[in-house]
């Protein structure tokens, strides 16, 4: 994790930061509510979608989010965030398209990620087809920057 968090505690000492793992099941939010930066990092796509898309786990982004904190996504703890996800054939075992529901931080887009890495042009193409918004393709060093409305701000490639 702290890939994640040397930078931002570089410039932010008095950041307070906790690390909230999702590779376990069961998480108590509250122990996480003074946090003043939240990362989702990366990991297997539809076991976060599986375990983490869920009525508690938004209402405490949208907390979050609602205080003031930042929600900051990579990869995986990216795709998590919006209201629908765009999981690559690259990144799941059936090596198909999905469209899977997600938290709905934001709704007027669906990334992809790993865009360049993973050759994924022809398929985000094909599962924009099937959604009525665009999927902006993100590169493993590129970032979007986002208002706590889900707009979108910059971004950075």
Known sequence: MKKYTEVFQSQFPNLNTDYLL????????????????????????????????????????????????????????????????????????????????RLGVFSQFLISVHYDSWNDKVNKDRAEELVNVPIIPLNDHSCLVLDKLGNIIEKID
């Open 22 to 101: 999702l590779d376990t099941e069961q998480i108590d939010f509250d122990i996480y509510l003074d946090a003043d930066l939240i990362i989702i990092g990366g990991g297997n796509t539809e076991k976060y979608i599986s375990t983490y898309v869920n009525q508690e786990f938004k209402n405490y982004i949208d907390h979050m989010l609602n205080k003031g904190a930042k929600v900051i996504g990579f990869s995986a703890g990216a795709l998590l965030l919006g209201e629908k996800v765009y999981v690559s054939p690259n990144d799941n075992l059936d090596h198909q398209i999905k469209i899977k529901n």
